[in-house]
């Protein structure tokens, strides 16, 4: 039976503290699960719902504010909410968990609960973590050793150290058992440059420095996974894309043979310590294309997601930037001027983007340019030139590699944000570069 209450959520689970008589047969004390799923921050949420759970109890907490707790543009808004400032890094989504972690760990110890998680995710632009919560005023003098502040090389070559709040060391009783001693940490762990390259280092924390996941629980939820119901998501679905009962298990894909050699060629025009911002580069010439609509169960996909169907060409694309992590970019072959050179941008050099907007380049900028000029910035977004529209038939597919840390500075100079970036600075499979090119043609 599902009893709904339409006032405030606080304001509810609060009446369940200190309130153990039963006043009726449907009376509940205590949750055994609370899941808070609010647009945006949890955060006004979460001392209510640790108050209201049962010892025990499991803690499912959603954040849909990437752009706050794994951003580097409002810190003092994330303090606000969390208690601690982000980590301008290619992690900063892990440093993201850490910090709601330490933010649903801070508020239950004030009652004397630890908390244990389960399962951390950060799925896109939000997080969702599993927490366990019990009463154990023990555990919970571990919090300020399990909590760390984290010095980052982000302006320079990425590297990063970590300073425990506190220390928690193990100690030996006279029977041979395990206690534990809680004293001051020793600090700073790193200068103000970074010890590797010279550059600035930047403070971020405190955040929850214990592990992100249980094992085993992740190890049983893996378990159950074959006894799970495995139907069809959509009537239609295309063999390849079958849903399918296992998890982090190597994508299938059948390797496309060309039936005739690529005319444009790809250079790689970098000098030796450039080398890195593109380890691996695929280019394939698919012919004879019809830019119409895309099968039903594509476009079913890409609305269960909440994208709008476009056309085949771009479904495509979208689909494979969000179910696989693989973006791609797509060139309208007639429109491409001889071979394709990937460079550095030349100071100067301009390009009208797809969104409609045209950017200045520079020399730090990593670009895609034929003999016309420049056609599309490296890993974040093409050039309206060789875009494709309902008259393309011949198409060239781009599937790369592109380093992170230049793809994300890139981005933030121009101030362009798309899902390729928001990928590449992330980090891809690098073994899925040219089976996603396979795949997607």
């Given at each position: 039976i599902v009893h709904s209450n339409v006032d405030d959520a606080r304001a509810y689970m609060y009446s369940k503290v200190g309130n153990e008589r039963s006043t009726s047969d449907s009376y509940v004390h205590r949750f055994d699960v609370v899941d808070l799923d609010p647009y945006g921050t949890a955060a006004p949420f979460l001392d209510a719902a640790i108050q209201c759970l049962s010892d025990g109890g499991l803690l499912c907490v959603t954040c849909t504010d990437a752009g706050v707790f794994a951003s580097n543009g409002y810190p003092e808004k994330a303090y606000a909410l969390y208690g601690g400032i982000p980590s301008k890094a290619p992690w900063s989504h892990e440093a993201g968990l850490r910090l709601i972690l330490n933010s649903i760990a801070m508020n239950a110890a004030k009652y004397g609960i630890a908390v244990e998680p389960l399962l951390s995710l950060s799925i896109d632009f939000y997080a969702r973590v599993f927490v366990r919560v019990h009463k154990s005023p023990q555990d919970v003098k571990m919090l300020a050793g399990t909590s760390m502040m984290v010095y980052n090389c982000d302006a320079g070559c990425g590297a990063w150290s970590t300073q425990p709040v506190a220390r928690n060391q193990a100690k030996e009783d006279k029977k041979g058992g395990i206690f534990y001693k809680h004293g001051f940490a020793q600090g700073p762990s790193a200068s103000s440059h970074c010890d590797h390259c010279g550059s600035r280092t930047h403070l971020a924390g405190p955040m929850w420095a214990g592990p992100l996941h249980n094992p085993y629980f992740v190890q049983r939820m893996i378990d159950r996974i074959p006894s799970l119901d495995t139907k069809k998501i959509s009537p239609s679905p295309a063999p390849t894309l079958k849903p399918t009962p296992r998890l982090l298990c190597p994508t299938k894909h059948q390797p496309i043979r060309g039936s005739f050699p690529c005319p444009v060629s790809v250079t790689l025009d970098f000098a030796p310590a450039d080398k890195p911002l593109c380890p691996?580069?695929?280019?394939?010439?698919?012919?004879?294309?019809?830019?119409?609509?895309?099968?039903?169960?594509?476009?079913?996909r890409l609305r269960a997601i909440g994208l709008r169907p476009i056309n085949t060409l771009v479904d495509i694309t979208n689909f494979m930037t969000f179910d696989r992590n693989r973006p791609l970019h797509v060139f309208d072959a007639a429109k491409?001027?001889?071979?394709?050179?990937?460079?550095?941008?030349?100071?100067?050099?301009?390009?009208?983007?797809?969104?409609?907007?045209t950017y200045a380049l520079t020399e730090e900028q990593v670009v895609i340019a034929d003999d016309h000029g420049v056609e599309s910035l490296a890993g974040i977004m093409g050039g309206e030139a060789s875009g494709c529209d309902e008259n393309t038939v011949d198409v060239l597919v781009e599937s790369a590699l592109w380093n992170p840390l230049n793809i994300a500075r890139s981005g933030r100079a121009l101030g362009i944000n798309s899902d390729a970036r928001y990928r590449f600075e992330r980090g891809v499979d690098p073994d899925f570069c040219r089976p996603g090119l396979d795949l997607a043609t």
């Open positions: 691996a580069f695929a280019l394939r010439l698919v012919r004879g294309v019809r830019n119409g609509p895309s099968p039903e169960w594509l476009q079913a491409v001027a001889g071979n394709l050179v990937v460079r550095r941008a030349k100071a100067g050099e301009t390009i009208l983007a797809l969104d409609g907007k």
